[in-house]
């Protein structure tokens, strides 16, 4: 009988939702570290765990994917996309899932929300929004009302690009039972991280600012000025990083160059007959 795969989930949010509590319910077991406890290189020790679904044996076996900060404003996407491939470490890794982790405030889209969005619906191939779920943690302490979750889901539309079903927005109470609607509605998926990874990354930071302006002037909210500074770094920052892959480029091209107008090597080894080897 064919052993079929977990289910794979993969985690997307800044850090302060409580997303390494969540992890853990999901795999009954404490395996990953919040971002409070752990460096960058522990983060990417942890890469993934799997097992049943919320420890409970006969569930369905997944397997969770640690996932940098995604929406952390102290890092690049660059710095994310590199944390991204350490962790996964094979691009033929399939995904179910992709979750956004989020505390719900109010209905409008956070800075964090949209990057994370962004790169939820730009780092995968073969994307789709009904693997995508949304988790609200805290709803222990206040679940939002069902206007504020509508308004919220169509917030991450407009700005995300894309919808998350309504169905597959989780209220996550702190305990393994407010999960398991998480677990009933898991689907079969083939979204795998797109190889162009950084050059994506690049699109995102390029389009941020403008977007972030856009939203401003929509909603009449005015983002700080040292937030659209920020902006302005990581555009800066992708900008470098595109210059040196240009750098890169270009550098291997004139060396296949040269190795292609090199000419042959012949090498005699003195016999009668002789005619030479020839190496290029």
Not at 2 to 8: K, V
Not at 32 to 37: H, L, Y
Not at 68 to 91: F, H, R, T, Y
Not at 222 to 243: D, G, W, Y
Request: aromatic content about 8%.
């Amino acid at each position: 009988m064919e052993i079929q795969r977990p289910y794979t989930l993969i985690p997307f949010g800044a850090p302060g939702v409580g997303k390494s509590n969540l992890l853990n319910m999901l795999v009954g077991k404490n395996r990953f570290k919040s971002s409070r406890t752990a460096s960058s290189g522990e983060t990417k020790e942890i890469g993934s765990e799997i097992a049943p679904a919320l420890g409970k044996p006969g569930n369905k076996q997944i397997q969770v994917f640690d996932a940098p900060g995604v929406g952390d404003m102290e890092l690049s996407l660059l710095n994310i996309v590199a944390d991204i491939k350490a962790s996964i470490q094979s691009n033929e890794t399939t995904f179910d899932a992709a979750i956004i982790v989020i505390k719900i405030f109010d209905y409008r889209a956070s800075v964090q929300e949209v990057i994370a969005l962004r790169a939820i619906k730009n780092f995968f191939e073969n994307f789709s929004p009904n693997q995508v779920f949304c988790i609200i943690t805290h709803c222990d302490c206040a679940a939002p009302d069902e206007d504020t979750v509508t308004k919220k889901l169509e917030s991450f539309k407009k700005w995300g690009g894309f919808e998350v079903p309504r169905e597959n927005v989780i209220y996550f109470k702190n305990t393994p039972e407010s999960l398991q609607p998480l677990i009933d509605n898991l689907k079969r998926g083939n979204m795998k991280f797109a190889s162009n990874l950084e050059e994506r990354c690049h699109q995102i930071a390029k389009e941020l600012p403008g977007d972030f302006r856009k939203q401003d002037a929509a909603e009449g909210t005015r983002n700080s000025s040292e937030f659209m500074a920020l902006m302005e770094i990581m555009q800066e920052t992708n900008r470098e990083f595109i210059k040196q892959l240009s750098d890169q480029q270009k550098a291997t091209t004139e060396l296949l160059v040269q190795i292609a107008n090199k000419p042959p090597v012949v090498i005699h080894t003195g016999g009668d007959d002789d005619d030479g080897c020839t190496i290029f």
